[in-house]
């Protein structure tokens, strides 16, 4: 019985690289599949690599698109085939440029069939390599195998799974199919793990090329649009499912700005960079023109409101703005040092949090970013309230500008 189905999505690929995935699939020692390759769109010569590494082999299926459409639409059409072969009952899918080991189907597989009924993905480690296969040793790739041991719940914040992986039909039946590109695979998980729980396989199964001229990750270094396309769809991503979930936003931050100058967005991507998520951003365009708004507005991101206040001074702004903080915890943004390091953010909320289980809440005033990461905690009024790049208790905050008034 064939009980996988694997799908693989291929427009334009260097023709090394795609017969050497190719034959990685075709030699696994799990042989009991279906192979669906999809075309999206792909030149003659990429088909004819194709045709010529799986001649004769009775487990593919080639679907050819004539229109490149991308890599989610052309996951669906392969997994639309599939998802009608009754006796499938596991998915995965494969990159035309990365290599896979020979226990890469077995072990995953196996994984999803003696863990519990709960359990609907299973996914494993995998090695960083540059365009010659070699391993990259930059501690975020290197390291990255580290982070993987994760519960479910931490996928709101990091993508751990990465892309070695498989899943039940049964679950992925329940959900719609894959979107959102360039994240599809994260919007997907996030997806998927709010019907099953997740099972992590300890081996290295695979090589992921992410110096391939044509894979995503090296379009997404190596242009800014492209970076903000996938930072954008990747808080999307969290924000629907926090959504879903019922999750509310933790912190709102006050961005008062008066023009929009290669500085204002400057600060503005910092911010957007930061790995905590869980906040909604207030943009008060202090303009007279709206110059602010109609620079601003094009660097999209879900968790954005802008609003005008054509000639208000900073400390109208910051009122105003407050008027949309109903959120535990408040940040004034736009000078000052904050933030130094990306993970700054996230350090400045557990601190808050840790200092409120404490006792302490009524003590500490807020909490600031001093450099590179390090913070300081405050209990002494300042002259000038509320201060830039301070993270404060809404409720205090409030308390203070009434008190200032």
Known sequence: MKDVG?????YKQDPI??????????EQSYNNY????????????????????TKGDERIHLILKEKNEGVAKTLNVGFDYLMKIEEVKYFTWVSSDNVYYPTFIEKLRNALEIASEDVGLSFSNF????????????????????????????????????????????????????????????????RLTEHCEIIFVPYVLMEYRTNSPQSISAQLRNSKSQHRRWRYAF?????????????PFKLTV????????????????????????????????????????????????????????????????????LTEADTPFTLIYGKGVFPSTSFVLQTLML????????????????????????ISARTVLLEEEPAFGHLYQTQRLMEILKGNK
């Open 235 to 247: 808080k999307l991503a969290q924000h629907e499912a926090r959504n879903r979930r019922g999750i």
């Open 17 to 26: 690289y795609l017969e050497l995935a190719l034959r990685s699939i075709l």
């Open 351 to 374: 601190h808050h949090n840790q200092y409120i289980e404490q006792g302490l809440g009524k003590t500490i005033i807020s909490i600031t970013d001093i450099s590179e990461g390090n």
């Open 6 to 10: 694997i799908v693989m999505p291929v």
């Open 34 to 53: 279906y192979f669906v390759i999809v075309s999206d769109g792909a030149p003659p010569d990429t088909v004819s690599v194709i045709k010529e590494v």
């Open 254 to 321: 006050i961005y008062p700005v008066q023009d929009g100058s290669n500085k204002t967005v400057e600060k503005l991507e910092l911010l957007l960079e930061q790995y905590f998520s869980n906040y909604k951003l207030i943009i008060i365009d202090r303009s007279l023109d709206q110059s602010a708004i109609n620079v601003l507005q094009h660097i999209e991101d879900p968790r954005v409101k802008f609003l005008e206040l054509p000639g208000a001074n900073e400390k109208e702004a910051i009122t105003i703005g």
């Open 127 to 190: 090695i960083h390599v540059d365009h010659n296969l070699v391993p990259l040793d930059e501690p975020q790739y290197k390291d990255f195998y580290k982070y993987q041991n994760q519960p479910k719940e931490n996928l709101l914040d990091l993508c751990f799974i990465g892309v070695s992986f498989m899943y039940k039909k049964q679950v992925a039946a329940l959900i719609e199919g894959y979107r959102l590109e360039p994240v599809e695979d994260y919007d997907y998980w996030l």
